[in-house]
C-alpha cells in the first residue's frame, strides 16, 4: 500500500528528476532496467530506487526481463510529457505569455497548448511594422490550401484570399463586426467559388497552411495585435492549427446565412 502523503501518481513522478526521467524513457518502449541506468543522468541506485518506488506505485512492471509502463504508468508519463512541452514553448519567448492572453483559445485547445513547442515568436520592427502582416500573405500565397481566422478587417488579406483561391482551396471565418466593415468599406464583394466564408466570434488570428500554424492572440486587454506572429511547424503544430480552425469552423455559420447581413 502506497503513502497517501506522498500525494497522486502524478505528482508523486514529479517530485523526482529521476523518477520522472525513468517514466518518460519507458514512454516509447520497454526497457531493462540496465539500459536505463545508462541511457539516464541519474546513479545507478537512483533508477534503481527509481524503478522500485515506481513498481510500488503500480505505475511500472517487469516483463520479460524489461520494465514497462502500466495503464496507469502511460497516463501519468503522457501527463509529463505534456508538461514538459507546455514548459519548453513557455520558455523560448516568455516575454510573449507574459503579454497575451490564451483565454482567447477553446478550452480544449488551451490544453493542448505543449503541441506548439517550438514555435518561435516573429515580431515586427519598429521601421517594418507591417512584417507580420506580410509574413502571414507570404504564407498564403504558397499554400495549396488554405485556412484563416481573422477578428478583425485586414484589406490586405481580403485581397490575397481572393487570387489565391481563385485556383485553390481555401476556409475564412471572421467575426460580424468584420463583415459589417468590408460591406462599409468596400461595399458587395464577389468572392471566388473556391474560398468558403463563416462568421463566429473570435478573438484570434490564426492561419493554418501547408504543415504550418500561424497563431496571433490577443493582447491581455483584448486588442488585436497586428505585430506578432506565433509561428511553428511541427508536425503536433500543423495538427493544433487545423484542428483549431475545424473547431470553431464547425460552430460557425455560413456567411450568406447570417441573418443581419446581405452575401459578401
Known amino acids: 500500500m502506497t503513502d497517501s502523503s506522498e500525494g497522486g501518481p502524478v505528482e508523486y513522478v514529479e517530485s523526482s528528476r529521476t523518477r520522472e526521467s525513468v517514466v518518460v524513457a519507458l514512454r516509447l518502449e520497454a526497457r531493462p532496467v540496465r539500459e ?15 524503478t522500485n518506488g515506481l513498481r510500488d506505485r503500480d505505475l511500472v512492471e517487469t516483463a520479460d526481463g524489461r520494465v514497462r509502463l502500466t495503464g496507469l504508468g502511460r497516463v501519468v508519463a503522457d501527463a509529463v510529457e505534456r508538461r514538459r512541452r507546455v514548459e519548453t514553448l513557455l520558455e523560448t519567448d516568455s ?51 488554405v485556412s484563416v481566422v481573422s477578428p478583425v478587417h485586414l484589406p490586405g488579406l481580403g485581397r490575397t484570399l481572393r487570387e489565391v483561391c481563385a485556383d485553390r482551396p481555401g476556409g ?3 467575426t460580424e ?50 505585430r ?27 456567411v450568406e446565412d447570417v441573418a443581419s447581413t446581405r452575401p459578401i
Open 177 to 226: 463586426a468584420v463583415v459589417e466593415e468590408i460591406r462599409r468599406r468596400e461595399g458587395a464583394v464577389p468572392l471566388p467559388e473556391r474560398l468558403s466564408v463563416r462568421v463566429a466570434d473570435a478573438s484570434f488570428a490564426l492561419a493554418a497552411v501547408d504543415g504550418r500554424t500561424l497563431l496571433s492572440l490577443p493582447r491581455l486587454d483584448g486588442t488585436y495585435d497586428p
Open 95 to 145: 516575454g510573449y505569455w507574459r503579454t497575451h492572453d490564451v483565454r482567447a483559445l477553446p478550452d480544449a485547445f488551451r490544453a493542448r497548448l505543449g503541441e506548439l513547442a517550438g514555435a518561435e515568436v516573429f515580431r515586427a520592427s519598429e521601421t517594418d511594422p507591417g512584417g507580420a502582416v506580410r509574413l502571414v500573405d507570404d504564407h498564403l500565397r504558397d499554400a495549396d490550401a
Open 172 to 174: 475564412l471565418l471572421v
Open 36 to 50: 536505463l541506468c545508462a541511457a539516464l543522468d541519474a546513479s545507478e541506485s537512483g533508477v534503481y530506487a527509481a
Open 228 to 254: 506578432t506572429e506565433l509561428v511553428a511547424d511541427t508536425d503536433a503544430a500543423a495538427a493544433f492549427g487545423e484542428d483549431l480552425f475545424n473547431h470553431v469552423w464547425a460552430g460557425a455559420t455560413p
